[in-house]
């Protein structure tokens, strides 16, 4: 089976690949296909990204099981933003210290018990058939009072795991698959792939 995996992210792209590693399959980035096209995510959730990525991915090869993440950062004290917005909050350019100091510096009158967040994962599937399959990761947290770690990618090194006394940039990869919305998420598509395919 050929999978393309359609993201332009290489941090995401690591983490795709170390998950989907068991699958029977060759598992290409969008670079790797030779496709480079603008999308356009204009959806309004996570999941309506995925499939709107995963979809335009599909029409340029028919022929592979196409994956997409929409993925994104909720924080309830800013009313679940940056959300579907995560990447382009502040400009898609700007640098990640500057978008975690931001945000930290947005939460400094909040209480303990109000810097509570998640990262949200939507994984799409689109297969040769055409056939949409979709699922979707939370993992929990808090918003940390100082960026920590230096792995990962994005927003993890404001993003504390309680259970961990870490934030996800300060897990080790496979610690932070075991844990993340995209590990549950990406899995969770793992078993309907499966299962599909066997039928
Ligand atoms: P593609 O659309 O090409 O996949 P993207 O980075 O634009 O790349 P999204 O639109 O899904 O992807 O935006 C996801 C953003 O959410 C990402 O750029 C980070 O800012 C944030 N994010 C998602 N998952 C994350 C994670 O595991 N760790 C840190 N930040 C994450």
């Known amino acids: 089976m050929k999978i393309i995996f359609a993201t332009g992210n290489p941090g995401k792209m690591k983490e795709v690949r170390q998950i989907l ?3 029977d399959a060759e598992i290409l980035s969008m670079k790797e296909a030779g496709i480079d096209i603008p999308i356009e995510e204009d959806g ?3 999941e309506e990204n995925a499939v709107i990525k995963a979809k335009a991915i599909h029409a340029c090869a028919p022929d592979a099981v196409v994956l997409a993440d929409d993925s994104g950062l909720e924080v309830d ?3 679940k933003q940056p959300g579907v917005y995560s990447s382009r909050y502040m400009g898609e350019d700007t640098p990640y210290e500057i978008k975690n100091a931001a945000i930290i510096r947005k939460l400094a009158g909040a209480q303990e018990s109000e810097r509570t967040g998640r990262f949200i994962s939507a994984i799409a599937a689109v297969l040769p058939d055409g056939t949409v399959l979709t699922t979707q990761g939370v993992i929990e947290g808090v918003i940390a009072h100082e960026p920590a770690g230096e792995g990962g990618f994005g927003y993890d090194p404001i993003f504390y795991v ?3 006394h870490a934030t996800t940039a300060e897990l080790t990869p496979e610690q932070k698959n075991a844990v993340s919305h995209r590990g ?5 598509m793992k078993s309907k ?6 039928v």
Do not use: C, Q
Request: aromatic letters at 22%.
């Open 184 to 188: 549950k998420a990406l899995r969770a």
């Open 21 to 23: 590693a068991d699958l």
């Open 162 to 164: 309680p259970e961990f």
């Open 193 to 198: 792939l499966k299962r599909y395919f066997e």
């Open 44 to 46: 309004l959730t996570f």
């Open 77 to 79: 004290y800013l009313d």
